[in-house]
């Protein structure tokens, strides 16, 4: 049978499926939850578990000028398994060999009902509690260590300050490469220096990718700024995906499982820091940054001439765009006086508005960043092309894991993670 009859038959759906080794298939969760997601009924889409508050969402954003930047759904389908899905358009099933990248949205992960409800019941977890001290042994309070565990909130209030959540508006989840090879370990990668070796190694090789990235999240935050959705919902947990091969790229906002309508009579920036109850989400700021970002790859690939030496990337101490949310994690909640003392496909086409410039950042002092320069293009451009890309190169970006046998194209897609 096909490689697509196959994967329809398998049980366990996770997207980014590695290898392909004796008629199995060993699965590696990106981001995600596993068991969340099932091959589609029909080939280009894949079905994910519902979600109410997501399915409300995509209905609202699928009448909206957003759309095109949203993968298509299509309605609610039943499994064989009895459990309803949400079917969704596949968003890699045109890529061949793809490199994909997800990043996090916004200055915070949670739901300010969630914060209310740990204050009600406040439930510990000492599954988070080892998670945070493998991060950082100091982190826990007095009281944590004695009770070996903390709130959800806690720990996702800390996590977001240790990433770039916190200050630049996103933070890398997960990036895999063409190879196969992938990884997760982004949990502290914080710095703008940091990050933009992390975002150089992903586009290692794809020079091109860079100024379609560009383009599509101007077109993206303009989109934003006129849509009637974006001006009444908050939007949390959200993802943009990030895709390209050696002759494609697009950039796709997913993952709308925390997407709710904001309560009678708020409204929000999406830039302006966050605090109890402002219910703003740093969804712009962070879009903010990483066009920002990405620009700043392609102004010193231009100036290099797209080298294979090592480039050097200046960027400023002081970053304007970020220190809008600088306040964030001072007014980010106390969550500790809760813990007894005992446990208990094709882009659409970019609006030429698009073309605007951004503002120009303020640059007082500035460091330096030794970084890989992309080489140039392979000489095979076609999409379907069974080369693999160059290997990663050794950067501060965290270390992807060798991949032990040839993947196997097959339609995945990406979720959420909490």
């Given amino acids: 049978p096909s490689n697509w009859r196959k994967v329809r038959n398998i049980v366990q759906w996770t997207p980014f499926i590695q290898t392909y080794k004796k008629h199995k298939y060993p699965w590696v969760q990106l981001a995600g939850h596993q068991g ?72 915070r992960t949670y739901l300010e009902d969630e914060l209310a409800k740990a204050r009600e019941k406040p439930k510990l977890r000492k599954d988070m509690y080892e998670k945070m001290t493998q991060i950082d042994a100091k982190a826990p309070t007095e009281a944590e260590h004695k009770a070996k565990a903390v709130t959800k909130p806690r720990y996702m209030v ?40 992390c975002l150089s190694s992903f586009v290692q090789g794809y020079p091109h990718s860079i100024t379609r990235y560009i383009q599509q999240l101007k077109s993206i935050k303009v989109t934003l700024e006129a849509s009637s959705f974006f001006k009444t919902h908050e939007l949390i947990g959200s993802s943009l995906l990030f895709v390209h091969n050696d002759s494609s790229a697009l950039v796709r906002m997913i993952d709308f499982a925390k997407t709710i309508p904001l309560p009678e009579n708020v409204t929000i920036t999406h830039r302006s820091p966050w605090s109890e109850g402002t ?11 990483l ?83 992309p080489p140039p293009v392979p000489a095979t451009t076609s999409s379907s092309s069974t080369s693999p890309p160059p290997p990663v190169p050794a950067t501060t970006c965290p270390p992807v894991p060798a991949s032990t046998s040839p993947p196997l194209q097959v339609p995945v897609y990406n979720p959420s993670f909490s």
């Fill in 158 to 197: 800390w996590r977001e300050t240790i990433s770039s959540t916190a200050t630049q508006g996103f933070r890398i989840e997960g990036v895999r490469r063409g190879d196969g090879t992938s990884s997760k370990d982004f949990k502290t990668t914080r710095t703008r220096e940091q990050i933009l070796s």
């Fill in 279 to 289: 219910h703003e989400d740093g969804y712009l700021l962070g879009l903010d940054n």
């Fill in 36 to 107: 969340n997601f099932r091959a589609g009924y029909k080939q280009g889409t894949i079905l994910k578990k519902l979600c109410p508050a997501e399915e409300k969402a995509l209905e609202g954003i699928m009448v909206d000028i957003l759309r095109p930047y949203v993968p298509r759904y299509t309605g609610v389908v039943e499994g064989a398994d009895g459990e309803k899905y949400l079917q969704l358009e596949d968003l890699l099933s045109s890529f061949a060999l793809p490199c994909v990248m997800d990043i996090k949205m916004g200055v």
């Fill in 291 to 373: 066009v920002d970002l990405f620009t700043v790859l392609e102004e010193t690939m231009n100036a290099n001439g797209a080298t294979t030496s090592p480039i050097n990337i200046t960027t400023s101490t002081t970053t304007p765009i970020s220190d809008a949310t600088a306040t964030t994690t001072q007014s980010l909640p106390n969550m500790t006086s809760s813990i007894p003392t005992t446990p208990s496909p094709s882009s659409p086409a970019i609006p030429t508005t698009t073309s605007q410039s951004l503002p120009s950042a303020t640059t007082t002092t500035t460091t330096t960043t030794t970084i890989s320069s």
